[in-house]
C-alpha cells in the first residue's frame, strides 16, 4: 500500500515536468531559428513623374475681331503668338469651335498662315506655311478638332517654343453677304506625340 501512495505523488510532479521541459526545448528552437546569416539589397527610392503639354498665346484674353458695320471689299489682319511650354514633345493644330453663322461666313473670304513675328498688326510677320485660303465657313465646318486642324507644328518639349498665326480676312462683293453674321473661337490644342 505504501507504494501506491509514493506512485501516486509523483505523478502530479510528471505532469508539471513534461510542459516544463517541452516549453523549454521551444524556447531552444525559437533562439536556433533566430540565429542565422543574413544580407539585404535595396533599389533606391523609385518614382515617377508625368510630362506635360502646355499652350498660351499673347491675346489678353481679347477676340481679335470684333467688326461691325461691314462693307464689300472691307479687309483685315492681326496675328497672334502662341507659345508651347510643355515639357513633352507634341504636335500642334488650329481648329474652330463654337461656330455660329447666319449667312456670313460663305463670303468672308479667309486666309491664315503661319510663321513668325510678334506684333499684333503682322508688321513683321514672316510667313512659312498657309494653312487655309478659302471662306470662313469652310474652315469652321471642316477643321473642327485635333484630327481635322491645321499646322504642321510640332515643338520639342523641355524649352519654350512659339509660332505666330496671321489671320487675314475680305468681306467679298456679293449681294448676298447683306445683313449676316459669324461669329467662331479658334482654338489651338497640343498632344504629346
Request: hydrophobic share 35%.
Amino acid at each position: 500500500m505504501a507504494e501506491h501512495g509514493t506512485q501516486r505523488r509523483q505523478r502530479p510532479g510528471m505532469a508539471i515536468l513534461v510542459p516544463l521541459a517541452l516549453l523549454a526545448s521551444s524556447a531552444v528552437v525559437y533562439q536556433a531559428s533566430n540565429a542565422a546569416f543574413s544580407a539585404t539589397t535595396t533599389n533606391g527610392a523609385n518614382s515617377w513623374q508625368s510630362g506635360s503639354v502646355a499652350l498660351s498665346d499673347n491675346d489678353s484674353g481679347v477676340a481679335m475681331f470684333s467688326v461691325t458695320g461691314l462693307s464689300p471689299g472691307d479687309t483685315g489682319e492681326k496675328c497672334i503668338v502662341v507659345t508651347y511650354g510643355g515639357s513633352l514633345n507634341a504636335a500642334v493644330t488650329l481648329y474652330a469651335t463654337s461656330y455660329t453663322d447666319s449667312g456670313l461666313g460663305q463670303y468672308l473670304d479667309l486666309t491664315i498662315q503661319e510663321g513668325t513675328g510678334a506684333q499684333a498688326n503682322c508688321s513683321d510677320f514672316s510667313s512659312s506655311a498657309t494653312l487655309h485660303n478659302t471662306d470662313l465657313d469652310a474652315f469652321a465646318t471642316t477643321s473642327t478638332g485635333f484630327g481635322t486642324g491645321v499646322s504642321s507644328w510640332a515643338p520639342a518639349g523641355g524649352s519654350a517654343a512659339t509660332k505666330t498665326f496671321r489671320f487675314a480676312w475680305t468681306l467679298q462683293d456679293d449681294n448676298g453677304a447683306m445683313g449676316k453674321s459669324s461669329q467662331v473661337t479658334f482654338t489651338w490644342e497640343a498632344q504629346n506625340t
